[in-house]
């Protein structure tokens, strides 16, 4: 997730894109900052239903809190055919928790719930985190991954200025059965080597950028069965967007820009990519 200090909530809605000619899957989105409003208001149905509308019939919500991730999970119970939900404590934050031990129970309470599919937001971020408390983040992250793998849950990572630490992690406690890279932002190196440990990379509109030559290089490394897509939101919007708001409705321009970098059919693409999310974060009807 990018800095959510920085919300800008101002800022002028991206314009609907063309409908897809098949449904598919935003794997991570934060609807609680794309609306600031309560689990079950009005604006988050409108979100949903203009997603919908282009052909995203289905996301996951992330959480970065305990309170945050509680809202994920009422999103998820109230809109119980179109959300599912994942929760966590952000590597940013964890480190500065007072109470980290009880905030890490409550993530495991609730990763319980029916309509919990990953433990995610997690992972290990260098940009913003200070050297003096990484051994604590890193303690937040081996955590997380033992909710996931006790709950047989996906582990959703935020990997940032990160990449080997986080992969040398993963080796050491090992990952659990499904594994997702969160907007990806390695080079292609590091996408090979996710690929061969069998996780799956999930790309942001941050990949349509012109000024991700090393993003473009790495997607075409990455089979369709470890291809996700996902739009952040409301951070990251894609091109033709960027600077504007970001919701999951604008999936489809990744997808077409996808399609085109790779020369992949787009509906092809698209199913590939929605049994991908199936897969890993199960059925959306539970």
Avoid at 86 to 106: G, M, Q, R, W
Avoid at 265 to 271: A, I, Y
């Amino acid at each position: 997730m990018a800095d959510r200090n920085n919300r800008e909530g101002d800022r002028r809605a991206a314009p609907l894109p063309e409908p897809l000619p098949t449904t598919c899957v935003d794997s991570h989105a934060h609807l609680e900052i794309v609306t600031g409003a309560a689990a079950d208001h009005d604006d988050v149905k409108k979100v949903l239903d203009d997603a919908r509308s282009v052909g995203i019939d289905r996301v996951v919500q992330v959480g970065i809190s305990v309170k945050e991730s509680q809202w994920s999970v009422d999103c998820a119970n109230k809109f119980n055919t179109q959300v599912l939900a994942a929760v966590a404590l952000h590597p940013n934050d964890a480190p500065l928790i007072e109470d980290l031990e009880s905030d890490l129970e409550e993530i495991n309470r609730l990763a319980g719930e029916k309509r919990v599919c990953a433990i995610g937001e997690t992972g290990m971020d260098f940009f913003r985190t200070e050297e003096s408390l990484r051994d604590k983040q890193k303690y937040s992250f081996k955590k997380h991954i033992e909710i996931a793998k006790a709950h047989k849950k996906a582990l959703m990572i935020h990997d940032r200025d990160s990449h080997r630490a986080v992969l040398d992690l993963l080796d050491e406690v090992g990952a659990p059965t499904h594994t997702v890279f969160h907007s990806f932002s390695g080079d292609a190196e590091m996408a090979k080597e996710c690929v061969a440990k069998g996780y799956l990379l999930s790309f942001s509109g941050t990949v349509t950028f012109k000024n991700a030559p090393l993003l473009h290089e790495a997607l075409m490394h990455v089979p369709l069965e470890n291809l996700l897509v996902e739009t952040d939101a409301p951070f990251l919007t894609p091109t033709p967007n960027r600077g504007a708001h970001n919701t999951p409705a604008q999936i489809p321009h990744i997808l077409r820009f996808i399609s085109e970098r790779r020369g992949e059919d787009l509906t092809t693409l698209t199913r590939a990519i929605s049994n991908n999310a199936e897969r890993v974060f199960g059925s959306f009807l539970r």
